[in-house]
């Protein structure tokens, strides 16, 4: 009995050693289930974990949404800086200001989208363009069914305004993120409290204010997604 008693002490202690070492992983089991039926996963799981797709998937599913409304392709930042030096044909696309660029948080899940001017607006205006509006609802629709908040901010280039209805471009600058908020709030039904917005005129440039594509691709919108 002794000799049992000590086999099933020992049994046991390896089962627990065993058990303890091991670890189940919900969300991806309650992910894969979800592939297949919805209802499934839940019969297992009932508690109100999130399921938190990786970033650059997110990123991949957006851009190919955008892709198709624009007909245009993304490009991170740092080749977009460097081709608009290099490569005359696509400093061309940059001058038009019909461009956009990816920009990814290496130390965190934030990434950022940036819209050449012209995608947005007429130059030294701050209406959005009929162009825009595809686009803009694209984002919106994202904003919607996802839990990312947007941080909305507009760039000028370091030139002076003509005319008179915008004292800075501070001034215009944060008129174009208030007109993307606004569309976002009234046509896209995101709630006011996952929107932010600012205006830095020329103080935050992408490239050399000194050259006209360096300039270009200082007009824009960014669009920055925080999970």
Known sequence: MITFSDLCTLLLTFFVLILSMSSMNKLAFRSTFRNFDGSIADKFFKDKERIVTPRDAVIKEMIKSLEGVLELNAVEVDEAVERSTLDEDYSLVVTSGKA????????S????LIFGEKLLFESGSADLSPAAVPLLETLGGFLT???????????????PLAGDRFASNEDLSLARAQAVLSFFVTRCNVSPRRLAMGGYGSSHPLSDNRTAKGRAMNRRVEITFEG
């Open 100 to 107: 956009f660029w990816i920009w990814k948080d290496r130390m």
């Open 109 to 112: 899940s934030t990434f950022s």
């Open 145 to 159: 069914k996802s839990n990312y908040r947007a941080y909305i901010d507009g760039h000028t280039d370091s030139a």
